[in-house]
């Protein structure tokens, strides 16, 4: 099967990055867009893929139609994907790979990333691009003389497949750096904001959705407090669309004072299987995604 290939042999192609674009495998000298089986490729194939290619996270996932009429309607040769490219955006300096001062990358050269203006939302975008969870913080503070930034375009960060196309082309300075924390291994997708949606929980670099019969109050009490969203108001499952995706294998049996999803006891191995509507949904009364707090800078 293609998703057993050696990293050397498989690569994204005509993308923004080396993290992007079409599926090719090497068949003997010659590169050949791979022929996929659509109903074997979903969001979990693409991950691992993004991970085999030392990627971050799926961006985006696109199975287009047949690109010749002699092949079978269930198979695609044009598949495009869309991983985050981990060597364009780093955090340093924090207590793990997801919190930190924000670089990015540009020209070749790693420069503190400086937000025009930003929300929590900005800040989701470039944890998923991590590889991260739910952005939990977002903060500039002063920490430096004035030293080389790259300054971050208004309003591209969420529409743009790349973080360095949203960099101004010139030399800025500031004595700032923005500071970011994201969640090491759970987050919210699909949701109407920031302290919403569907749970996942990160295991061995992949992401997973939780069964609704394996979180109880206690646990969505420990999810919003870990993501710095108050208290659970809503939870239950099929919330936020359903998901085909291998579901969490364990309960969570949380007390509720721990500070992590995943410091709490659980059952173990639970064997069973998990209809794709009943994959546990959480809304928490907490933050909307306020402006991130800076000095006013001249244009």
Known sequence: MWMTALPDDVRLVGGASRCAGILERRDGGDWRAVNVSLSEWNLTSAETLCRQLKCGSVLSLEPPENSSRTEPPSYSRNLQLNCSDPDEVRLVGGSSTCSGRLEIKHHGEWRPGFPGYGTLKDAAVICRRLGCGSAVSSKLIEKYFNRPVWRIIPG?????????????????????????????????????????????????????????????????????????????????????GEVEAPFWTKKFQCEGHESALLDCPDSGLTGNTCPPATAVGLTCSGRAGALIDFPLLSQ
């Open 156 to 240: 591209c960060v969420e529409s743009k497949s790349t973080l360095k196309e949203c960099v101004r082309i010139k030399d800025w300075s500031s004595s700032y750096v923005m500071e970011m924390t994201c969640s090491d291994s759970v987050r919210l997708v699909n949701g109407t904001g920031l302290c919403s949606g569907r749970l996942e929980v990160k295991s061995d670099q992949c992401w997973s959705p939780v069964c609704e019969e394996d979180l109880d109050l206690q646990g969505a009490q420990v999810v919003c407090r870990e993501l710095g969203c108050g208290a659970p108001s809503v939870f239950k499952g099929g919330m936020f």
